[in-house]
C-alpha cells in the first residue's frame, strides 16, 4: 500500500513564530487532507488539498502531487496551534483503497507562550 | 463540517465484557469508516462502509464487528473485550465523491480502556 512520511517528528516553537510541516507519499493519490487533532483526541479538517494551493486565515497548504508532497504553512502560531497534525492520503481509483485514507505518523507541535 | 457523533466518549470495562461503540451521522453520507488510533500513533482503518449492508475490513486486522443498516448508523462491537484491545475508536463519514474525491469527517472518538 501507499507510504505515507510526515517531517518533522516533533517540533517546538514560541508563540509567534512560522512552521512549515511536510508530508511525502509513494504514489499517485486523488485525496490528500490535512488534520489537527486536539488534546481532547477530536481530529478537526484543515484542508481537503490532493493539489494546488489553499489558504484558511494564519494556515495554508501546498500540495504538488507530481512530486509527492504536501506542505502545510503555520504563520504566527498560537498556543492553542498545539496538538498532533496529521496528514492522510487516498489512492487513485482502481486500486481497492478507493475512497480509503492512509495516515502519516504525525508531527507534535508544541507552542509555547 | 458533518454532524457525526459517537458514544460513549470513555468507557472503562473488564475483560471478556460484550460492547458496542456507537456511531452516527446527520449528513446522509453514503461512506462510514472506523479507525483505531493506540496513544501517540498514526490512526489506521479497522472498518469501511460504502452504503447500507456493505462492509468491508480494513487495513489493520481487529476482532471487532460492524454493521450498516441504516444510512446514518455504523456500529462496531467486540464480542469479547480483551485488554489488547484498549485504544481510541474514531468515527469518519464522507459524501462519496468520485474515485474518493471526497473530505472525510471525524466524530470526537471513543476511548476504550479494558482492565
Same mark, same amino acid.
Given at each position: 500500500?501507499?507510504?505515507?512520511?510526515?517531517?518533522? =517528528?516533533?517540533?517546538?516553537?514560541?508563540?509567534?513564530?512560522?512552521?512549515?510541516?511536510?508530508?511525502?507519499?509513494?504514489?499517485?493519490?486523488?485525496?490528500?487532507?490535512?488534520?489537527?487533532?486536539? =488534546?481532547?483526541?477530536?481530529?478537526?479538517?484543515? &484542508?481537503?488539498?490532493?493539489?494546488?494551493?489553499?489558504?484558511?486565515?494564519?494556515?495554508?497548504?501546498?500540495?504538488?502531487?507530481?512530486?509527492?508532497?504536501?506542505?502545510?504553512?503555520?504563520?504566527?502560531?498560537?498556543?492553542?496551534?498545539?496538538?498532533?497534525?496529521?496528514?492522510?492520503?487516498?489512492?487513485?481509483?482502481?486500486?481497492?483503497?478507493?475512497?480509503?485514507?492512509? &495516515?502519516?505518523?504525525?508531527?507534535?507541535?508544541?507552542?509555547? =507562550? | 463540517?458533518?454532524?457525526?457523533?459517537?458514544?460513549?466518549?470513555?468507557?472503562?470495562?473488564?475483560?471478556?465484557?460484550?460492547?458496542?461503540?456507537?456511531?452516527?451521522?446527520?449528513?446522509?453520507?453514503?461512506?462510514?469508516?472506523?479507525?483505531?488510533?493506540? =496513544?501517540?500513533?498514526?490512526?489506521?482503518?479497522?472498518?469501511?462502509?460504502?452504503?447500507?449492508? %456493505?462492509?468491508?475490513?480494513?487495513?489493520?486486522? %481487529?476482532?471487532?464487528?460492524?454493521?450498516?443498516?441504516?444510512?446514518?448508523? &455504523?456500529?462496531?462491537?467486540?464480542?469479547?473485550?480483551?485488554?489488547?484491545?484498549?485504544?481510541?475508536?474514531?468515527?469518519?463519514?464522507?459524501?462519496?465523491?468520485?474515485?474518493?474525491?471526497?473530505?472525510?469527517? &471525524?466524530?470526537?472518538?471513543?476511548?476504550?480502556?479494558?482492565?
Amino acid at each position: 500500500g501507499i507510504q505515507v512520511e510526515q517531517s518533522p =517528528p516533533d517540533l517546538i516553537l514560541q508563540e509567534g513564530a512560522n512552521s512549515t510541516l511536510r508530508c511525502n507519499f509513494s504514489d499517485s493519490v486523488n485525496n490528500l487532507q490535512w488534520f489537527h487533532q486536539n =488534546p481532547w483526541g477530536q481530529l478537526i479538517n484543515l &484542508f481537503y488539498i490532493p493539489s494546488g494551493t489553499k489558504q484558511n486565515g494564519r494556515l495554508s497548504a501546498t500540495t504538488v502531487a507530481t512530486e509527492r508532497y504536501s506542505l502545510l504553512y503555520i504563520s504566527s502560531s498560537q498556543t492553542t496551534d498545539s496538538g498532533v497534525y496529521f496528514c492522510a492520503v487516498g489512492e487513485r481509483a482502481g486500486g481497492t483503497s478507493y475512497g480509503k485514507l492512509t &495516515f502519516g505518523q504525525g508531527t507534535i507541535l508544541t507552542v509555547h =507562550p | 463540517e458533518a454532524d457525526i457523533y459517537q458514544t460513549p466518549r470513555y468507557l472503562v470495562i473488564g475483560t471478556g465484557k460484550k460492547i458496542t461503540l456507537e456511531c452516527s451521522q446527520t449528513m446522509g453520507h453514503d461512506k462510514m469508516y472506523w479507525y483505531q488510533q493506540d =496513544p501517540g500513533m498514526e490512526l489506521h482503518l479497522i472498518h469501511y462502509s460504502y452504503g447500507v449492508n %456493505s462492509t468491508e475490513k480494513g487495513d489493520l486486522s %481487529s476482532e471487532s464487528t460492524v454493521s450498516r443498516i441504516r444510512t446514518e448508523h &455504523f456500529p462496531l462491537t467486540l464480542e469479547s473485550a480483551r485488554p489488547s484491545h484498549t485504544s481510541q475508536y474514531l468515527c469518519a463519514s464522507s459524501a462519496g465523491g468520485q474515485y474518493g474525491t471526497d473530505t472525510q469527517y &471525524f466524530g470526537p472518538g471513543t476511548r476504550l480502556t479494558v482492565l
